[in-house]
């Protein structure tokens, strides 16, 4: 299960709209890189595939792909609108690691395939 706080919902259906395509949702997932080894990656998509799950998550539609789902499972996503500093921010409760700017990291089972160059 992923969680989205209600100023994240909001904003993200706010994006969302401002997409004008049909049938938009969020797309979660997961890719090796970043300083700690996964990197987490969110987007807007309209194409499943029968490798994603689907959740309903504050009236929003969120996909995730079965390989990523396991290290975000219980992620939660906030929103701080507070300037140049703010934006999403995500808890990841698997991640035993996590780089100083808290966009990547590694867990207890999986350590990814850091690139710390990308940080």
Known sequence: MINISDSASDKLKEMLTEQEIPNMFLRLGVQEGGCSGFSYA???DDEESENDVYMDVN???VVVDK????LINGLEIDFEDAGMSGGFTMSNPNATATCGCGASFRTAAQAGKPAPEEC
Do not use: R
């Open 59 to 61: 009236d929003l539609k």
């Open 67 to 70: 390989q990523s789902l396991p």
């Open 42 to 44: 969110m987007g807007f």
